[in-house]
């Protein structure tokens, strides 16, 4: 089981590691800071021993690394990972503020179905069942995501079943949500939230999200 050391602290930009197996051009390592595409959230980018991580997947309880050929690794030998802190922050960022964007709508339109999301660097997408212009809510959300990020209230993470590595986020007074991905410390460290309407079809209504 590769010990997920970003979960212990997302903050980690390098981490000395060791090789745990490996499979012609896929390897696996003992502890990682390397977040793997997961629950919408794109993997993370950077370079395992000084090598390129071309792809990351979980597999299991491990997370699995694909180098280029010819990587000369082997189970053992000592690696150290470091991640594009700046694209990590983006993530993280954009991540919470999808997060929260979901809680919001979610009290503001009672069972309306999460059809989709996806977290990229660049911006933050949620999809939805819903039959009108999903808008007009911008005028309540708005200020609502403005008034938490100015309140810079603490957010914890921490597991709710550590044998099974289930994890959950909390903000008091907004909700306890089961998440597994990597968390900011403070409401404050979103920033400025900008909410777009995309719709992608009959009875379909996508927010975009984006953060200064």
């Known amino acids: 089981m590769t010990v997920k050391a970003f979960w212990q602290d997302p903050y980690c930009t390098g981490l000395d590691t060791r090789v745990a197996t490996v499979n012609g051009n896929e390897v696996t390592v003992e ?86 999301a996806h977290i990229a660097a660049d911006k933050a997408r949620i999809d939805f069942l819903h039959d009108s212009n999903i808008s007009v809510l911008f005028a309540a959300l708005e200020p609502a995501l403005a008034s938490l990020v100015a309140a810079d209230q603490p957010i914890v993470s921490a597991f709710s079943d550590e044998a099974a590595e289930r994890r959950y986020w909390e903000i008091a007074g907004v909700g306890r949500v089961p998440c597994g991905g990597t968390h900011l410390r403070r409401t404050g460290e979103i920033g400025r939230i900008t909410l777009k309407r995309k719709n992608v079809g009959k009875g379909k209504e996508r927010i975009e999200i984006f953060v200064d």
């Open 31 to 116: 502890a990682t800071i390397f977040y793997a595409e997961s629950g919408g959230q794109e993997s993370d980018s950077g370079t395992l021993a000084g090598l390129p991580v071309l792809a990351a997947r979980k597999a299991g309880r491990d997370i699995v690394y694909t180098l280029a050929d010819g990587h000369g690794l082997n189970a053992g030998d000592p690696a150290r990972i470091e991640i594009d802190w700046d694209r990590r922050y983006r993530l993280m960022r954009l991540h919470f503020a999808a997060e929260i964007v979901l809680e919001l709508v979610s009290a503001r339109v009672p069972g309306i179905g999460k059809i989709g």
